[in-house]
Each structure stands twice: as structure tokens, then as C-alpha cells.
């Protein structure tokens, strides 16, 4: 494994960036624990989107919009938002893009971590219990009750863990599985440069800008393992094209 390159500057703007979040994210807890469960996920978005702009500036990181981007997240619809996970730069430019009506959806584990656990519970994440097939069944069927009943637009990473390489890795089926319960469609959410601008290499990221960009809409007509398969190795063909091709002008 390599080991992570270490600069003055990288530790600088690190000890800001995360000292930035100790005291938001403290804040948002205290704040939207406070808040009525039913207006949380109205209120946590922007907490949330306020957190991932903060923290990538602070960083060195600005982050730009395509068009069709902006539009898309200006909508708010049931919908699973997909993302290319490669690098650490990831959680920041997706907490800056979370929309209106946005959760997380994490292992039923993060809860447990400290402090995290209770940041992501207090803006109404949904997580997933995945300790059996049963208890995964019925946490994916409660989710998708949520997505349809509360308009939710849920933020999932279909590799499940974030890329060591930069390369996109093969997807697992839950965001596939929890669209077709919710009966909404998946929006794929593709951001460019991230890897490149924070590899696992190396402690901060380079100074530089973040492209999010989205492909269209995917609607699941077919519940079949093999179908979701089939649509799940399809998207990350299209998100391997899409890196490669780089963003639009």
C-alpha cells in the first residue's frame, strides 16, 4: 500500500476543514435533533449541503454544475440518486449536491459509529440492515415505502465501498432493488475529477474544481435478479464511458 504524500499545506487545510466540522456538524445535530422527525428531511438537505460546500472550499476544492445537472437537482421527485465513488472528495461534493427532500442511505453499522452515527439519524437517513437476507428484504421494502410516502431523492453508492484505484468498481444490486421497490426511477449522478484531485495517495486534495454532471434517467420495469443485474452492469458501462469522455463544456 502506498503511503499517503504528506505537505504543509495539505495538513493546514485539513486541521481547517475539520475543525470547520466539528463545530457545524455539531451544530446540525443539536439543531435538527431539535426538529420535528416530519420536517427533518426538509431542513437536513440544506444542513447538509451547507457541510459538503463548506468543507470542499475550505479544502481548495470549487465545484461547478453542468447544466442538466443543476436542472435535474432542482426537481424534487421520488428518485435514488447514484454516484461514482473513487475518492474521500466524494462525501464532500455529495453532501454539497444532496436536493431537496435528499437522505443518505447507509449500513445499518453507521449508526453505531460515534457521533456520525447520530449526525446522519438526526437528518433522517435511511439505513439498510444487511445481516441476513430477511432483515435486508424488509429494511429495502421500509426504505422504499419512505422514497414513495415522504417524495424522498436517496443518495446511494452502488460500488457500496469507495474505489481504491480510481477505477469504477463492479455495483451491487440494493440501489437497484430499493428503485424498483419505490417504484422511482434511478438518476445517475457522475462526478468528474474527483479521483484525480484526491487519490488515496495523498492526505488533502489538490486545489481545484469538481464537475458534477448527471446521464438520464433509468426506470426498472423488472424485479428479476438477472434484470437488475443486467441494468446494474449497463450504468457502470456508462459511467466508465462517461469519466472517460470527461466532462461536458
Aim: proline content about 6%.
Amino acid at each position: 500500500m502506498t503511503t499517503p504524500s504528506i505537505t504543509i499545506s495539505g495538513i493546514l487545510r485539513q486541521t481547517v476543514v475539520w475543525t470547520f466540522s466539528a463545530i457545524y456538524l455539531s451544530t446540525m445535530v443539536l439543531v435538527c435533533g431539535l426538529t420535528a422527525k416530519s420536517r427533518r428531511t426538509s431542513r437536513g438537505p440544506a444542513w447538509v449541503r451547507g457541510w459538503g460546500w463548506g468543507s470542499a472550499r475550505l479544502a481548495g476544492v470549487k465545484i461547478r454544475y453542468t447544466a442538466r445537472a443543476r436542472a435535474a437537482l432542482d426537481e424534487r421527485r421520488s428518485r435514488v440518486l447514484t454516484f461514482n465513488h473513487c475518492s474521500t472528495l466524494d462525501t464532500l461534493v455529495g453532501g454539497a449536491f444532496l436536493p431537496d427532500g435528499g437522505v443518505l442511505v447507509l449500513k445499518q453499522e453507521f449508526r453505531r459509529l460515534p457521533f456520525l452515527g447520530l449526525a446522519t439519524a438526526t437528518i433522517g437517513s435511511v439505513f439498510l440492515d444487511r445481516r441476513d437476507r430477511e432483515r435486508a428484504y424488509a429494511s429495502l421494502q421500509a426504505a422504499g415505502d419512505r422514497i414513495r410516502d415522504e417524495t424522498l431523492q436517496v443518495l446511494i453508492a452502488p460500488e457500496g465501498t469507495r474505489s481504491v484505484d480510481g477505477v469504477v468498481g463492479p455495483f451491487k444490486l440494493g440501489a437497484f432493488h430499493l428503485a424498483y421497490i419505490a417504484k422511482a426511477p434511478i438518476l445517475p449522478m457522475v462526478m468528474h475529477g474527483n479521483a484525480e484531485l484526491w487519490p488515496p495517495t495523498q492526505l488533502a486534495p489538490t486545489p481545484g474544481t469538481s464537475v458534477v454532471d448527471v446521464l438520464p434517467e433509468i426506470y426498472l420495469d423488472d424485479g428479476d435478479p438477472e434484470s437488475l443485474r443486467a441494468a446494474a452492469d449497463a450504468l457502470r458501462e456508462q459511467y466508465r464511458q462517461a469519466l472517460a469522455q470527461g466532462p461536458p463544456d
